[in-house]
């Protein structure tokens, strides 16, 4: 069974501020990552995804991710948030080759103070 | 390309009714999948159909159901409703037979009284 976590329910951060957000899954075999944003009444949208290459992948809007198979991790940033990156953000895993199912994390609330 | 459309937006039911909600995947995309998101359980998968086949499942009782047409629509139905269904639910659409960046749709709001 696979699975992801997110570390951080809620974050507050000031304008110009990095941002870090955490997500390890667990699963033993091939992963595809993605990072999904869901701003206020929105819907979900694609950030970024790693299906394989270069583990360090960029995405819209400044942001970019990590993945470290060592450490199950697939972390993303954003040098210097703004107002309107409040959102809320999902790390999700789709694990091999069976299909479209994701599985995904709890979601980190950010919230930028302009 | 027009993205995913669900109909309806919003939906009142009470408990013990049963209800259908629609989807329209992006043109050209022939796999559909159904989320279920809830404050307390966060987005959880539903089912996922490809070319009219229900491919994956997940962890839902029986009252959940859904089919896929030949024009790759989708439809999820809930029977029996319990408060706990409560929920935003989900469509995504990919293109692939497998793994693939899935674009989602707005959601239909369900509340159950």
């Known amino acids: 069974a696979q699975s992801v976590s997110q570390h951080n329910h809620h974050v507050i951060l000031s304008e110009a501020a990095s941002l870090e957000l955490g997500c390890n899954y667990s699963?033993?075999?091939?992963?595809?990552l993605f990072w999904y944003v869901q701003y206020p009444g929105q819907h979900l949208q694609l950030l970024l995804k790693y299906f394989s290459g270069d583990p360090l992948v960029k995405g819209i809007k400044g942001f970019e991710a990590e993945f470290i198979k060592s450490k199950f991790s697939f972390n993303l940033r954003k040098p210097s948030v703004q107002w309107s990156d409040t959102a809320e953000y999902f790390c999700?895993?789709?694990?091999?080759?069976?299909?479209?199912?994701?599985?995904f994390g709890g979601g980190t609330r950010v919230l930028v103070k302009p | 390309k027009a993205g995913v459309t669900q109909t309806p937006r919003y939906l009142i039911k009470t408990r013990g009714q049963q209800v259908t909600l629609s989807c329209s995947p992006i043109s050209g995309h022939r796999s559909v999948s159904w989320y279920q998101q809830t404050p307390g359980q966060g987005l959880q998968f539903l089912f996922e159909y490809f070319s009219e086949t229900q491919r994956n499942k997940g962890n839902f009782p029986g009252r959940f159901s859904g089919r896929q047409f030949s024009n790759s629509r989708s439809e999820m139905n809930v029977s029996t409703l319990e408060l706990g269904d409560s929920a935003l639910y989900l469509c995504a659409s990919s293109y692939g037979q497998t793994t693939d960046t899935q674009y989602f749709g707005p959601g239909t709001r369900l509340t159950v009284l």
């Open positions: 999700a895993l789709g694990a091999g080759a069976a299909g479209n199912k994701l599985t």
């Open positions: 699963y033993g075999g091939t992963v595809n």
